[in-house]
């Protein structure tokens, strides 16, 4: 079982920056197979936003990309997500997810809102 503890969400001005942590719990980060940063608007699906796998490789949506950073410390177990120029179009539930093991199993914080005001 991995239990995945977001935090650092909160009310931004547009352009201004947040950074969002998701704390591990259960299993060590450098042992699951990807950790991923999705976001939700409200009448919109979930999507993903950023990824860091095991062995450090990163990868972002496009609408992120150049403004987003995923990152982590293994020795906090912890990943963070560096959100700089935000925009109102970025407001969401943010959610950390874990795919762990040789199944994929998925794992999924409980979220926190961002939101980016004008």
């Known amino acids: 079982q991995v239990q995945l503890v977001e935090s650092g969400g909160g009310l931004v001005q547009a352009g201004g920056s947040l950074r969002l942590s998701c704390a591990a719990s259960?299993?060590?980060?450098?042992?699951?197979?990807?950790m991923n940063w999705y976001r939700q608007a409200p009448g919109k699906q979930r999507e993903l936003v950023a990824s860091i796998t095991s062995g450090g490789s990163t990868n972002y949506a496009a609408f992120v990309k150049g403004r987003f950073t995923i990152s982590r410390n293994n020795a906090e177990n912890t990943v963070y997500l560096q959100m700089n120029s935000l925009k109102p179009d970025d407001t969401a539930v943010y959610y950390c997810?874990?795919?762990?093991?040789?199944?994929?199993?998925?794992?999924w914080g409980q979220g926190t809102q961002v939101t980016v005001s004008l």
């Open positions: 997810h874990a795919r762990v093991g040789i199944a994929d199993y998925n794992y």
């Open positions: 259960g299993r060590s980060i450098s042992r699951i197979n990807a």
